[in-house]
């Protein structure tokens, strides 16, 4: 009997704590000397191979992999420890069912190996079995209460390493270095007609390529230019501060660029010819370097088209530094950018802002102070806001408004000082309909430097939309403005813009379509605008997607015409490969300068003059 038992204990040892091995390593052959240690270590997952498919042996290990292995081994020791001192509980007080129904079935299996065919274990020779097994369970109670002890205090003493273990796993650096490039040739060519001028006038116009002409020579189409762009990214982390860094730089290759400038006629002195030179040399365009540091975030270099406020600078190309941080609830952001001129104070401008957002119970008020000084026309401007955005009157009201102080002193000394008032709402009719609303209040001194309001100043603005959700497919929009000059304009006709708009997704095709009408522009009685727009955008397959745009302006006057034209757009995004793209963009414009045509960038307005014009640019980025 007592053979029996420690046979059937040995058994159970055995058929518990078989352990299984993973697959080998290509490098580790099935009869190398280390072969099965290899395999244990790895099936407990106290190590890894390389992606690659291979063990290295023969390569050193640093202290910081020998670390984590310990660790790993650590971690399996403690885990079979809980294990073991939960089945010792367990067996302390006897087989459960569970484990007699286990037994039962191992005893079976072995003995229908080892015992003629046609002799069996029945269930009650099983049951004495089970009864044997619960028996040695019992004789070696004491013996498992020691050990269970003594396990107790082998926890102890891994855990306390377990600490030491994950305090060296703090202390290891964590750096981590990416770079990344993206190059991308470019070619252009244009044609600006037999009356360049007038062409350039159409090319510029708000609702075509949208540029100003002094201001982003080098961004009209070229007439002919060939040229590359290196774009480099470096990115990562040392330690627990995080970086970007984003280089543009640009280099033109193979010949002289073309432009527009000589071409066209009658341009102020403001507007300066945007060719390149033919070289291999780089020229840095911008860069701009993150960093994240605990709560702190950082930005130093070019923003373009930096965004301070509608009221103050908006979407203009500026040098310097960006942070922002939280401190007791508050988020704080403050910079100090500007621009470089010909070194002169008067051309040397620069910027400052400090913002403190707080989420309170009601919604979130939002302090700010902006301060522009050497600006052209001022010698200083100060804005002082507070805003309050997302007020939840109701579950379907929500409301918002900023109320901001103007103080301001010209190149002469002069100073003043007004305010700027605005407070809008939305309200959620039903979940299909949306309706917004907005009331805008601006003195006539306030100064506004780099705007985009509907009036640099002196105005009074009443708006309102609504969004129709007509089913998955279709949108309905619908806005209308109405605008009240101040004392300060020489016309002083209400001025109202009404649009509507429809976004359609149909199959593969994303689809929009708008109208905008606009009577007495500019305050002046019988200056109309019209303007219609259709885009469509069509997934062809996978990798290609191709979209059409046309736009219809026809502004006019009393007296005449101001100007007109039909402009389309056709663009291709081929994705040749996962990390290569083929862009291009064809341009058509046709229409006409009209007599009443204005533009501070030429000397000689080409007034009631026909223009046409088309370009073709086309790209190839290659991502590394």
Known sequence: MKKLTITIALLLVVAFAMPTFAQSFSDVPSDHWAYDAINKLVAAGIVEGYPDGEYKGDQNMTRYEMAVMVSRALDNIVAEQEAMAEEMDAMGEGLTTGQAEDVTAIVKSLMEKNMPENETLSDGQAEEVADIVDALTFEL??????????????????????????????????????????????????????????????????????????????????????????????????????????????????????????????????????????????????????????????????????????????????????????????????????????????????????????????????????????????????????????????????????????????????????????????????????????????????????????????????????????????????????????????????????????DNTYGDFTNNASVEFTTNDGFEDGHDATVVELGTNYAWNETTTLGASFVNVNEEKTAGDVISYNYLKGTMAKELASNVTWNTEVHWIDGTVGPLYTNADFDTVPADVDGTGNAVISSLTVSF
Do not use: C
Request: hydrophobic share 35%; net charge negative; proline share 2%.
């Open 141 to 502: 109670k004491a013996e498992l209460k020691v050990l269970g002890a003594d396990v107790d205090a082998l926890s102890a003493d891994m855990a306390e390493m377990q600490k030491t273990v994950d305090q060296l796993k703090k202390d290891m650096p964590n750096d981590n270095i990416e770079f990344g490039m993206d190059i991308t040739t470019t070619f252009e060519t244009a044609n600006y007609g037999d009356e360049p001028a007038a062409a350039l006038a159409l090319w510029a116009d708000g609702d075509a390529l949208d540029y100003d002409i002094a201001g982003d020579t080098g961004d009209f189409p070229a007439e002919e230019a060939f040229y590359q762009e290196y774009d480099l990214s470096v990115m990562g982390n040392l330690g627990e501060a995080k970086f970007d860094l984003a280089v543009d730089t640009t280099t033109t290759v193979f010949t002289q660029e073309d432009t527009w400038f000589n071409d066209v006629s009658g341009l102020s002195s403001a507007v300066s010819n945007p060719a390149s030179a033919d070289s291999n040399d780089f020229v840095m365009d911008t860069a701009l370097l993150e960093v994240a540091y605990k709560d702190y975030g950082f930005k130093f270099g070019n923003f373009s088209d930096y965004q301070i406020e509608p009221y103050f600078v908006d979407e203009e190309d500026r040098d310097g530094m960006e942070m922002t941080t939280s401190y007791m609830g508050n988020d704080i952001k403050a910079f100090v950018v500007g621009t470089d001129g010909d070194g002169t104070a008067e051309t040397d401008e620069e910027t400052f802002g400090a913002t403190v957002t707080r989420e309170m119970d009601f919604g979130t008020v939002t302090g700010k102070l902006y301060h522009v000084r050497d600006h052209p026309s001022y010698d200083q401007v100060t804005d002082l806001a507070v805003e309050v955005s997302g007020v939840e009157v109701t579950e379907a009201l929500t409301m918002g408004g900023e109320v901001v102080y103007n103080d301001y002193e010209d190149l002469a000394g002069a100073s003043d000082s007004d305010t700027l008032f605005n407070v809008n709402a939305e309200f959620a009719v039903s979940d299909a309909l949306t309706v917004d609303g907005m009331v805008e209040v601006v003195g006539e001194n306030f100064v506004a430097p780099y705007n985009d309001l509907e009036e640099a100043a002196d105005y009074d603005l009443f708006n309102i939309g609504a969004t129709y959700v007509l089913n998955e497919n279709n949108t309905v929009t619908g806005d209308y403005t109405f605008v009240q000059p101040g004392d300060s304009f020489t016309n002083q006709e209400d001025e109202s813009t009404i649009s509507v708009g429809l």
